[in-house]
């Protein structure tokens, strides 16, 4: 099938690993079938993979343009319904069997992600699931070129610590947008510490994890204050953000 898209929902089209994962996912999920919510819709691939197994799926994306794609891309599959509305506003009334959610990013931090299963959860039916199942987020200590925030597109960047698992979302449970943790490193290389390195994967079912893809949460490289580190310095940073505020309401410092 050929997609009418956005240059940007092109390029997600483009992550055939992005596609295959979420796919999958969807088809282990395929024998509670009756309504399917696709959060985020985007161009519609995903509700074009749900009407494989689904009889109804209601499909809801924010942006205009993205949705009048969606709609012309769907427009022959009589039981999916595009809607353009934000998912944050919108009356569910149904309760689904399946609620896919695609607004991912790392950590949660920059989409809505949270906020709109929050909202939409209460409307899953009690043996229903949600695609992804959850993330893992994970950290590192990092010295990069480009000392200032932005997502890891393969700039030089040399890593000097383990990476340790800094926290683990399921989405069934009711989650608090607001994180704090303290994160505690130790350095395995000598040289200037200058920022973190954070990294989602995404566990879209039990048996499906997805790493960094092009597409679906590349790495962010969060900057620090510069510090010259030996191997086996403990390093303790206060790392915060709001998930679903933006990468602006990420805050560190050391302890
Ligand atoms: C990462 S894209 C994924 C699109 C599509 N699900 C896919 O997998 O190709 C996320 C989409 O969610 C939409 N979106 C973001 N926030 C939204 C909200 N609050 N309500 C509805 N749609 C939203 C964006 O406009 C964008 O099209």
Redesign the pocket.
């Known amino acids: 099938m050929k997609f009418k898209t956005t240059p940007?929902?092109s390029d997600?089209?483009k992550d055939s690993d992005?596609?295959a994962v979420?796919y999958e996912a969807i088809k282990e999920y395929s024998s509670n079938n009756q309504l399917a919510y696709?959060?985020?819709?985007?161009?519609?691939?995903?509700s074009y993979f749900l009407s494989d197994y689904f009889e109804e799926i209601i499909s809801?994306?924010?942006?205009k343009k993205?949705y009048e794609c969606a709609k012309e891309n769907l427009k022959d599959f009589n039981k999916i319904k595009v809607i353009n509305?934000?998912?944050?506003n919108?009356e569910f009334r149904k309760k689904a069997d399946l609620i896919?959610c695609?607004?991912?990013?790392t950590a949660l931090i920059d989409?809505?992600e949270i906020?709109?299963l929050n909202r939409a959860k209460e409307f899953l039916k009690p043996d229903g699931e949600i695609i992804p199942k959850g993330v893992i987020n994970a950290v590192e200590l990092v010295n990069f070129e480009r000392h200032y925030l932005h997502w890891d597109e393969g700039a030089r960047h040399e890593i000097m610590s383990d990476q340790i698992i800094y926290d683990e979302i399921n989405f069934k449970d009711e989650i608090n947008p607001e994180f704090k943790t303290v994160l505690k490193l130790k350095a395995t290389k000598e040289g200037l510490l200058n920022g973190l390195k954070i990294t989602t994967f995404t566990k879209l079912t039990d048996n499906i994890i997805a790493g960094p893809l092009p597409?679906l949460n590349p790495s962010l490289l969060i900057p620090l204050n510069e510090r010259q580190v030996k191997v086996n310095d403990f390093i303790q940073v206060e790392l915060k953000y709001i998930m679903g505020n933006g990468i602006e309401s990420i805050e560190t410092k050391y302890l």
């Open positions: 940007y929902h997600l089209l992005r596609l979420f696709d959060l985020g819709c985007g161009s519609g691939v995903l809801l994306e924010i942006n993205t509305t934000d998912v944050l919108y896919v695609e607004m991912l990013d989409e809505e906020p709109a597409m």
